[in-house]
């Protein structure tokens, strides 16, 4: 069992940068994939980024490559979503997800075992 519990929401302007974590309970973090998906209103729940079990491999969606990092810390039980040059299209609920004993990075929701309850990010035009 994995336990996801994000931080680091909050408001931010246009242009501006945030850091969303994810601190993971459980002994298989560091053979879990870890990804960051995002839900806006009225929308489907989105891909955003993901991280191979030793942080050396990483993959973005389109929407987002080139201003969002994604980075783990398996030492610690955490990863990171640093986000800059945020745009008014990013508002959304991030959300943090694992999946066990992972070989590839993966991006459905359906090839994760778990979630988090998600922290909201809001960026103001």
């Known amino acids: 069992q994995v336990q996801l519990v994000e931080s680091g929401g909050g408001l931010v302007q246009a242009g501006g940068s945030l850091r969303v974590s994810c601190a993971a309970s459980g002994r298989t973090f560091s053979d879990s994939v870890m990804g960051w998906f995002r839900q806006a209103p009225g929308k489907e729940r989105e891909f955003v980024a993901a991280i191979s079990r030793n942080g050396g491999s990483t993959y973005y969606s389109d929407s987002v490559k080139g201003r969002f990092t994604i980075s783990r810390d398996n030492a610690k039980n955490t990863v990171s979503l640093q986000m800059n040059s945020l745009k008014p299209e990013d508002t959304a609920v991030y959300y943090c997800?694992?999946?066990?004993?992972?070989?590839?990075?993966?991006?459905?929701?359906?090839?994760?075992?778990?979630w988090g309850q998600g922290t909201q990010v809001t960026v103001s035009s």
């Open positions: 997800a694992a999946r066990e004993r992972a070989r590839l990075i993966v991006t459905t929701t359906a090839d994760y075992d778990y």
